[in-house]
């Protein structure tokens, strides 16, 4: 069992920079697949970037390449997205998800087991 709680998510101003952090309770958070999904109003939920359990091997979507880094603290149970130029279309509700450990990047929603309640980011123009 995973309980995930999000954290570091309000308002920023376009080409601003925020960091969301997702802390994790458990046993198992060193050998799980991490990722970030968000869900922007009226969308549906969408991957957004994803990390391996030992965080060698890190995907992101096209939209957010070169500008969020996904990384991992396992000492600390803890995962990271570093948003840096976030842009007003990156507004949307942010939530972190833990999947089994795979050598691969997880990007489908059901391919992760246990999710976070969800952090608001909202980035102004």
């Known amino acids: 069992q995973v309980q995930l709680v999000e954290s570091g998510g309000g308002l920023v101003q376009a080409g601003g920079s925020l960091r969301l952090s997702c802390a994790a309770s458990g046993r198992t958070f060193s050998s799980s697949a991490m990722g970030w999904f968000r869900q922007a109003p009226g969308k549906e939920r969408e991957f957004v970037a994803g990390?391996?359990?030992?965080?060698?091997?890190?995907y992101y979507r096209d939209s957010v390449k070169g500008r969020f880094t996904i990384s991992r603290d396992n000492a600390k149970n803890t995962v990271y997205l570093q948003m840096n130029s976030p842009k007003p279309e990156d507004t949307a509700v942010y939530y972190c998800?833990?999947?089994?450990?795979?050598?691969?990047?997880?990007?489908?929603?059901?391919?992760?087991?246990?999710w976070g309640q969800g952090t608001q980011v909202t980035v102004s123009s």
């Open positions: 990390i391996n359990w030992s965080g060698g091997n890190t």
């Open positions: 998800a833990a999947g089994p450990g795979t050598v691969r990047i997880l990007t489908r929603e059901y391919e992760y087991d246990y």
